[in-house]
């Protein structure tokens, strides 16, 4: 088991004396080399979820574990550590760095973790090459479609061989066509690499795909 969460809840203040109850008690364990799809209407709950499992949010309360230790009083400084070494994020919106090649947003986890250019490059290369961007290294986002963007995406949060993967909406902006082709993509990844992912997702094909679908309404697991 790589993440389990207990009784996970989280409240936003919405006035001097009111607040909304947006997770109520949320428990469930992650395990090694598993596509989970978390889906659920709009509003449940399901990014919020994502971004307390990936170390992007705190939890009003619960308790996180990661590889069995408790991680859910650790400082900003050690968060973002363990986040950075051990998790990796796709988004809806690619967010790659606009003024950056390919191969510069790919190795970017790597630089911030304090690696050396020279050390990383390879690997950067080796990991678009593995989602079909050889010959696409030096072009910047700009130029590449929005399919490729999101490989992209993918290469960079491959970067630091993470223990588990979120995946927020990857496919919701691309067209059918793309949109198999990545999912295909992550479940290559996952044959290859044992590679765990988090997928929030309201395409029926992917979720149907998943080793498990756990759904989310109103804040509660279903």
Avoid: W
């Avoid at 090694?32 to 990936?54: C, D, P, R």
């Avoid at 793309?178 to 094909?205: D, G, P």
């Amino acid at each position: 088991m790589i993440l389990q969460a207990k009784n996970i809840t989280k409240l936003y203040r919405t006035g001097k004396t009111s607040s909304i109850e947006v997770l109520k008690g949320i428990s469930l364990e992650i395990s090694e080399a598993e596509i989970i799809a978390v889906v659920g209407q709009s509003g449940a709950g399901k990014s919020t979820l994502l971004h307390i499992l990936g170390l992007l949010d705190r939890q009003t309360s619960g308790e996180l574990y990661f590889n069995g230790e408790n991680i859910s009083t650790l400082s900003d400084e050690a968060t973002s550590a363990l986040r950075n070494k051990n998790i990796g994020f796709v988004f809806q919106f690619h967010h790659l760095l606009p003024e950056f090649t390919a191969l510069e947003n790919v190795f970017m986890p790597a630089l911030i973790s304090g690696k050396k250019i020279s050390e990383i490059e390879s690997r950067a290369k080796e990991l678009l090459t593995e989602v079909g961007l050889s010959s696409r290294y030096y072009h910047k986002p700009s130029e590449l479609s929005g399919g490729e963007q999101q490989r992209v995406a993918v290469a960079r949060a491959l970067m630091n061989s993470p223990k588990i993967i979120f995946a927020d909406e990857p496919s919701g902006n691309l067209d059918s066509e793309n949109a198999n082709a990545l999912h295909q993509l992550i479940f290559n990844l996952r044959k290859k690499y044992h590679q765990t992912f988090v997928v929030v997702t309201h395409n029926k094909n992917l979720a149907e795909k998943a080793d498990r679908i756990i759904t989310l309404i109103d804040g509660i697991l279903k």
